[in-house]
């Protein structure tokens, strides 16, 4: 297969772009990420704060893959694996691991 030069220069301009939002982190942004992906934790609170809203609780977890914990009768394996992800999870929501996703309950204060 024989890549067209507008091809393989499509290609690269793609990655250039990645690489260059990647860098851009931190310039003319106001210290915000890029990407939603980026955003940590502390980052989303203090964007909820500056919103107007007060944080009630912010709790990060790892959502669990449904083809092993839908199985009717697991194997060793699947029980190897969901052990693996409910420990992760546990690490996740005591806050020693980064979280995958994070909830946020805030409110509105009262005037």
Same mark, same amino acid.
């Given at each position: 297969?024989? $890549?067209?030069?507008?091809?393989?220069?499509?290609?690269?301009?793609?990655?250039?772009?990645?690489?260059?939002?990647?860098?851009?982190?931190?310039?003319?942004?106001?210290?915000?990420?890029?990407?939603?992906?980026? #955003?940590?934790?502390?980052?989303?609170?203090?964007?909820?704060?500056?919103?107007? #809203?007060?944080?009630?609780?912010?709790?990060?977890?790892?959502?669990?893959?449904?083809?092993?914990?839908?199985?009717?009768?697991?194997?060793?394996?699947?029980?190897?694996?969901?052990?693996? #992800?409910?420990?992760?999870? $546990?690490?996740?929501?005591?806050?020693?691991?980064?979280?995958?996703?994070?909830?946020?309950?805030?409110?509105?204060?009262?005037?």
């Amino acid at each position: 297969m024989v $890549l067209h030069e507008r091809q393989s220069a499509s290609s690269f301009g793609r990655r250039a772009r990645s690489r260059r939002a990647r860098c851009a982190y931190g310039r003319d942004d106001n210290g915000l990420p890029y990407h939603l992906l980026e #955003f940590d934790p502390r980052s989303l609170a203090r964007l909820v704060r500056q919103a107007g #809203f007060l944080l009630v609780r912010s709790e990060g977890s790892l959502p669990l893959p449904a083809e092993l914990f839908k199985v009717a009768q697991p194997d060793l394996r699947t029980h190897a694996l969901r052990g693996v #992800f409910r420990l992760l999870d $546990l690490g996740m929501r005591a806050g020693c691991l980064p979280p995958a996703r994070v909830r946020l309950l805030a409110r509105k204060p009262y005037d």
